[in-house]
């Protein structure tokens, strides 16, 4: 990766933190939501495709998908992909469309989840952290080979670290608001 600068350092840090909500809404909560499927792979024709290229989704409760394929014929295969993948729902289909009901989670099943969630941020957080290390390390190679005076490699290290401590700030901000969706009953 190898951010040398700080706008560069900020951009991988903010790229850091995309991937962190984009992973979070992956993580099933007491709700229903599309994006869930978004890993879902369903063997088609002899080939693994994305579900959400096969078929629409709709959410027309809180609680239930529907998921309608575009070729009837791969109902079965988006059935088998739903009961493989580790998501734990139990698909019903009527010959047309796919209902995939969410029954409430269990107080276990929502602490195993928050704990996947404290996983992903912290993978996040050394991420960041790993950036503020490379721009640093690059500073104090300029500095060294006088491309830049002491005071402005302390000003730079300065920045970079404003820079980490906002970013590690949203980290657990977006955490603990997932926290609360998912304990949330």
Sequence with gaps: MGAKNLPEAIDHMNKALAALSHEFTTVRTGRASGSLLEKITVEYYGSPTP?????????????MLVISPYDKN???GIEKAILASDLGLNPANDGQVIRLPFPPLTEERRKDLVKLCKHYAEESRVAVRN???????HLKRQEKDAEMSQDDLRRMEAEVQKATDSHIKDIDELLKRKEQ???EV
């Design 181 to 183: 969706e998912i304990m």
């Design 51 to 63: 579900l959400l290229q096969i078929a629409s989704v709709s959410v027309p409760e809180p609680q």
């Design 131 to 137: 950036i503020r290390r490379d721009v640093n390390d």
């Design 74 to 76: 791969a109902i079965g």
